[in-house]
C-alpha cells in the first residue's frame, strides 16, 4: 500500500520535474501560419476545446465517475484531477517541445499531422473502463487515489498523446498544459458534481465525431503545411 510520504516525495519530485520543463529554455515550436494563430491565447483556446472535446466518453471520464460515486467527495476529486493532468500534461507538453526541437520542421509537420488524423479516428472508437481498470482505484483518501489514478490511466491515453502533439505545433508550452488541463476540467467537473444522471445524458456520440472533426482539421491543416 502507498504511504502518503512515498506519494508526496513522489509528487514534489514529479512537480519539480514538470516545473523545469515549463520554465525550460527550450527552443519553441514554430507556430501555423492562419488568421486566428496569431491571437494571443489561440494556443491555449485550441487546446481547451480539442481536448474537452477528446475527454468527453474517454476513459479517464468514466474514471471521475466511479471516483465521484465510490468516494462521494466532489472537492477533493477535483483537486486530485487538476493536479495528476497538471503534471501529466506539463511531462506530455515537454516531450512535445523537446520532439520539436530534434526534428526538422518539414519531418515535424508530417509527422503531426498523421499523428493528429490517427487521433481523429481513435477519438471515434468508444472506451470502455474494465475490471482491470478497476485496480487504478486505491482503497482511501479521495485526493490521493484521484491522483494516482488519473495520472497513471492518463498515459498513453488520446487527450495525453493530444498533449504532445499540440505542444510541438504550438507555443508557449505553459498555454498548452493550461488549455489542456482546463479541457480535462471541463469535461470532468460536471461528471463529478452531479454523477451518473449527468454522464448518462452526455451526447457521446456527437461529442466523439465533434472531437474527430476538430482533430481532423487540425491535421488537414498541418498536412497542408507540409505539402506547401
Do not use: C
Amino acid at each position: 500500500m502507498l504511504s502518503l510520504d512515498t506519494f508526496l516525495a513522489g509528487a514534489l519530485s514529479a512537480g519539480a520535474l514538470s516545473g523545469s520543463l515549463l520554465g525550460a529554455a527550450l527552443p519553441e515550436p514554430a507556430q501555423p501560419d492562419g488568421l486566428l494563430s496569431g491571437a494571443p491565447l489561440w494556443p491555449a483556446l485550441v487546446s481547451t476545446g480539442s481536448v474537452a472535446l477528446a475527454e468527453i466518453g474517454d476513459k479517464t471520464q468514466l474514471l471521475a465517475l466511479l471516483l465521484a460515486a465510490r468516494f462521494r467527495q466532489p472537492g477533493p476529486i477535483v483537486a486530485g484531477i487538476l493536479v495528476a493532468t497538471l503534471l501529466n500534461h506539463a511531462l506530455a507538453g515537454g516531450l512535445g517541445v523537446l520532439a520539436a526541437a530534434w526534428l526538422t520542421p518539414a519531418m515535424l509537420r508530417w509527422i503531426v499531422a498523421a499523428s493528429f488524423i490517427a487521433i481523429a479516428l481513435w477519438t471515434l472508437k468508444p472506451d470502455k473502463f474494465d475490471d482491470a481498470d478497476q485496480g487504478l482505484l486505491p482503497a482511501r483518501n479521495a485526493f490521493i487515489a484521484t491522483t494516482i489514478a488519473f495520472f497513471v490511466a492518463e498515459i498513453g491515453d488520446k487527450t495525453q498523446v493530444a498533449t504532445v502533439l499540440l505542444a510541438a505545433n504550438y507555443s508557449p508550452l505553459w498555454q498548452v498544459v493550461a488549455g489542456t488541463t482546463l479541457g480535462m476540467l471541463l469535461a470532468n467537473v460536471p461528471v463529478v458534481a452531479l454523477g451518473s444522471r449527468f454522464a448518462r445524458r452526455l451526447p457521446l456520440r456527437a461529442a466523439r465525431i465533434a472531437a474527430a472533426l476538430v482533430f481532423l482539421a487540425l491535421g488537414s491543416w498541418a498536412l497542408a503545411q507540409a505539402v506547401s
